[in-house]
């Protein structure tokens, strides 16, 4: 696949072209913030936090990115994807691009993985590809919020998300929302400002963050530390999460009983619970949070 990678793009600097993973690009995302961290800063990602994120900005904890079977599944189908994608919409010229610096903002940056080309128009597109092991009831916020960083810093008007998820092709059209861009530019700003200052972000209560912390704390030492009020908050939450998770799994039982060999479980037309096999038998969990 060819390069579309001009020095300026619609006033964004290009900062370089450089392989995924290689030390270049790690450095130029140490130096900013690209688009697949600003799910993570506006509290989107499930799987990493804000504050996590501010320890690897600071080198308090790694920041390197271990490549899982996940990871590795959506390197080695990216290409083929996009040909694919291609093939079904010939009036479109496609491209890798590289890295690109906001011409107003330097530590916001952009490196989608396509970017498109009207064959006639000249019309521009960023294209963000993504796998899933499973289907999708909606696109995971993170990712709409990805492609809108994208095309804040390039000024490009158009994006598309083209999943393979399931097994199941999808394109969802991203149309550029330049509030939405503002709100999250505000929190960038706010994030970035942290790692400037060396200020921890707020506590989140996620398991990111707890693992975080727990890095950053390795050894102990026989002393005691005076924890007060904390120390009896923590000792409540104790109990009601025990309890909590007996009430938990007491209305898993019930439902998984309810939907006998049914996959989904509803509430007024809203899958609330969803049964998966794993290692050969019946699980349930829940798939997705909503207001009934």
């Not at 908050?233 to 060999?261: F, H, N, P, V």
């Given at each position: ?10 006033g964004?600097k ?14 130029a ?12 800063i ?26 899982n ?9 990216e290409?083929?994807i ?38 006639v128009?000249g ?7 993504k ?10 916020r993170?990712?709409?919020?990805q492609?809108?960083?994208?095309m ?35 929190a ?7 790692v ?15 693992n ?13 530390v ?5 120390g ?5 939450a ?15 039982s ?8 049914a ?12 049964r ?6 019946p ?5 997705k949070?909503?207001?009934?």
């Amino acid at each position: 696949m060819e390069f579309y990678a001009p020095e300026t793009l619609n006033g964004a600097k290009l900062l370089g072209i450089y392989p995924p993973g290689s030390p270049e690009w790690h450095a130029a995302r140490s130096l900013g913030i690209g688009g697949s961290e600003v799910g993570t800063i506006l509290g989107l990602n499930p799987w990493e936090s804000a504050y996590a994120l501010w320890a690897k900005k600071l080198n308090l904890i790694p920041s390197e990115i271990k490549e899982n079977w996940a990871i590795r599944f959506g390197k080695a189908f990216e290409a083929p994807i996009l040909t694919l994608w291609a093939e079904e919409y010939p009036e479109w010229e496609v491209f890798e691009t590289g890295t690109y610096e906001d011409e107003f903002c330097s530590y916001r940056r952009a490196n989608p993985d396509a970017i498109a080309k009207h064959r006639v128009t000249g019309e521009l597109m960023v294209i963000e590809v993504k796998t899933a092991r499973t289907t999708w009831d909606d696109v995971p916020r993170a990712y709409l919020a990805q492609v809108q960083h994208y095309m804040g810093v390039t000024k490009i008007k158009k994006g598309v998300i083209v999943a393979v998820a399931g097994m199941t092709w999808n394109e969802y059209e991203v149309p550029y929302n330049q509030d939405m861009i503002d709100v999250q530019n505000t929190a960038l700003e706010r994030f970035w400002n942290s790692v400037k200052t060396e200020t921890k972000p707020n506590w989140d209560g996620s398991e990111a963050t707890y693992n975080a912390v727990r890095y950053m704390n390795p050894d102990f030492e026989g002393v005691e530390v005076e924890l007060g009020p904390l120390g009896e908050e923590l000792y409540r939450a104790q109990i009601a999460a025990d309890e909590g998770y007996k009430y938990l799994m007491l209305l898993k039982s019930k439902t998984l009983d309810t939907m006998g060999s049914a996959k989904w479980g509803v509430v007024n037309t809203v899958r609330v619970a969803s049964r998966q096999l794993r290692a050969g038998s019946p699980s349930l969990i829940v798939n997705k949070k909503a207001n009934l």
